[in-house]
């Protein structure tokens, strides 16, 4: 072959590349696709299968009742109330306190533990279909009426907690475990708690929890140097951040028990068309036909309800 015809061989060989190229990149280019289809998965996206309880050296698990009317009478607007932790508040590492806190500090650590818990458990719910009040317009309503411990949360009633909320269910939660476990080549944070969801209009369950996240990390080691490697690492499972990994993997488990309230769904869709039309008309947030309905001042100011 001469040069000539080895130069014109390259130069096809270029152009066919070239053109293989821009082909792919076309086929690759995102087209348009339309919102508001079915969301897929949406029911056991991030919630773990047996699976990966094996995988992750995981033996925690949630357990979960439901009412038998949950789907016909749905929670509509919630109030999580805080949390109480039912452990030492100490910084424990199998189950010895590692921490020396004061009667004070205890009871800081306490509330941070629990509050934690409760913050996780509230995001979950807020990307649901429900109204979920403000933890900030729930503690200051508690406080301002001498509410400032779990034996004074539990002396009211359900239905008084509704009244000064304006919510129709309450959620208390308690902190069962809150502790690190370290063994070498082991070592792990349990994150515990146990949920009640209650209705405020007669008192009974809507929903009921209890259950455990290990957030485990177990690294095998079958020589002197690499235990003392392993042991470290393991160490650094410890950290702060997976903690909180566990503690928003608790409320993420939680929430997906809870079933999807079609009637709330429904709710929701023909209250923003009939505020489309109609923008001077107040917002109703799930409200059922012959219920009082709650609705939002437009003003933002304040929260009333209407017979």
Not at 128 to 146: K, M, P, Q, S, W
Not at 269 to 280: C, K, L
């Amino acid at each position: 072959m001469t040069n000539r015809a080895r130069a014109h061989s390259r130069i096809l060989t270029l152009m066919c590349t070239v053109v293989v190229f821009v082909g792919g990149c076309t086929s690759m280019r995102s087209q348009p696709h339309p919102f508001f289809l079915v969301e897929q998965d949406r029911e056991s996206h991030g919630r773990k299968t047996w699976f990966d309880h094996v995988v992750e050296f995981d033996p925690g698990g949630i357990t979960v009742e439901v009412a038998k009317d949950y789907p016909q009478n749905p929670p509509r607007r919630i109030a999580v109330l805080p949390f109480v932790d039912n452990g030492s508040a100490q910084f424990v590492v199998n189950k010895i306190p590692l921490s020396f806190r004061d009667e004070d500090a205890q009871a800081a650590w306490a509330w941070t533990y629990a509050n934690r818990l409760r913050r996780a458990l509230t995001g979950y719910l807020a990307q649901r279909e429900f109204i979920v009040v403000n933890l900030h317009t729930i503690d200051t309503a508690l406080a301002d009426r001498g509410i400032k411990d779990w034996n004074a949360l539990q002396s009211v009633s359900p239905q008084q907690l509704g009244e000064w909320l304006q919510a129709d269910t309450v959620v208390y939660g308690q902190v069962d475990h809150y502790e690190a476990y370290y063994a070498f080549l082991l070592a792990n944070w349990r994150v515990s708690v146990d949920v009640r969801m209650i209705s405020t209009t007669d008192g009974h369950p809507f929903f009921t929890a209890a259950g455990s996240r290990y957030s485990v990390d177990l690294r095998p080691a079958f020589s002197i140097m690499d235990i003392a490697i392993n042991s470290a690492l393991t160490l650094l499972q410890l950290r702060d951040v997976n903690l909180a990994r566990a503690e928003d993997e608790v409320g993420r488990e939680i929430s997906l028990r809870l079933p999807v309230a079609e009637r709330n769904i429904a709710t929701l869709v023909e209250t923003a068309r009939a505020t489309s039309n109609n923008n001077e008309q107040p917002l109703p947030l799930l409200g059922n036909a012959g219920d009082p309905t709650l609705t939002v001042d437009p003003t933002l100011t304040s929260v009333s309800v209407i017979p």
